[in-house]
């Protein structure tokens, strides 16, 4: 099992940044791939950036330039830095942990972190 902890949302206005945090613990060492993803009031949850156990990186194309995943593996920790946020940013984050478990893929997924940007 990995538990994931969520930290760093809050209120910012157009243009500014912030920094979302996420704390895995548990079973760290089988998780292959961490992810943000994020969902608007009345959308569906969509991919904002990915990053694996090799270290490689995507994003989805409305935040390249923007935003910056990256991780602390000491710290069991993945970030999200946001900067340049616009107000259709606004929405709950969501980090994500997959692996595979035999021949299943599992997910898990923190609580949730609401950034609101406002215009």
């Known amino acids: 099992q990995v538990q994931l902890v969520e930290s760093g949302g809050g209120l910012v206005q157009a243009g500014g940044s912030l920094r979302l945090s996420c704390a895995a613990s548990?079973?760290?060492?089988?998780?292959?791939?961490m992810a943000w993803y994020r969902q608007a009031p009345g959308k569906q949850r969509e991919l904002v950036a990915v990053?694996?156990?090799?270290?490689?990186?995507n994003y989805a194309d409305s935040v390249k330039g923007r935003f910056t995943i990256s991780r602390d593996n000491a710290k069991n920790t993945v970030y999200l830095q946001m900067n340049s946020l616009k107000p259709e940013d606004t929405a709950v984050y969501y980090c994500?942990?997959?692996?595979?478990?035999?021949?299943?893929?599992?997910?898990?997924w923190g609580q949730g972190t609401q950034v609101t940007v406002n215009s």
């Open positions: 994500h942990a997959g692996y595979y478990s035999g021949i299943y893929y599992v997910n898990h």
């Open positions: 548990g079973s760290i060492f089988s998780i292959n791939r």
């Open positions: 990053i694996t156990s090799a270290g490689s990186t």
